[in-house]
């Protein structure tokens, strides 16, 4: 527990620090960051309103690199921490995919893919997930050693048997 709020002070420490600077440089993907350290931390509320400001920020400030991965956090969070709001955690993730698919980021449509395609696995909707993330983990023809393309193989032999 004491390594998770040193963690946290240190991230909301460079937080600061990077802000004094007044940088604009990529301030979306170190809002990510200080969100998942809070998340991590177990600052839930904190990580969520976190994104909502990065998602805010990229809108105001045109910052897209890192948008669909901003969708996907809030919609596996809301689906970890908030189960009420289960259709705003799927609408997340289509808007992730979405994003990703109109700036040609096969790996990031792959990580919201499966995650979208994990909701639907636990409401019960099998085919529907499958279809979704087949195609997608088919478009690869290497790195299949990485995190997201293991957990996408291991999810596609779940919703085969």
């Avoid at 931390?41 to 690199?65: K, Y």
């Avoid at 040609?104 to 499966?114: F, H, P, V």
Wanted: aromatic share 10%; proline share 1%; with cysteine.
């Amino acid at each position: 527990m004491a390594t998770r709020e040193a963690g946290l002070a240190l991230a909301r420490k460079g937080w600061a620090d990077w802000t004094a600077t007044r940088s604009k440089y990529h301030e979306t993907y170190y809002l990510a960051l200080l969100a998942q350290t809070c998340e991590r931390a177990d600052q839930t509320d904190e990580a969520l309103d976190l994104v909502e400001t990065a998602l805010a920020t990229a809108d105001r400030m045109g910052e897209r690199w890192f948008e669909a991965e901003l969708h996907r956090l809030q919609g596996e969070w809301l689906v970890a921490y908030r189960r009420k709001e289960r259709q705003r955690s799927e609408a997340c993730f289509h808007r992730a995919i979405d994003v990703a698919r109109s700036q040609d980021a096969t790996m990031l449509e792959l990580r919201a893919s499966t995650s979208l395609a994990r909701l639907w696995r636990d409401q019960a909707k099998r085919t529907e997930a499958r279809n979704l993330l087949a195609p997608i983990y088919g478009w690869f023809t290497e790195g299949f050693d990485t995190p997201d393309l293991k957990e996408a193989k291991a999810l596609l032999d779940e919703l085969a048997s």
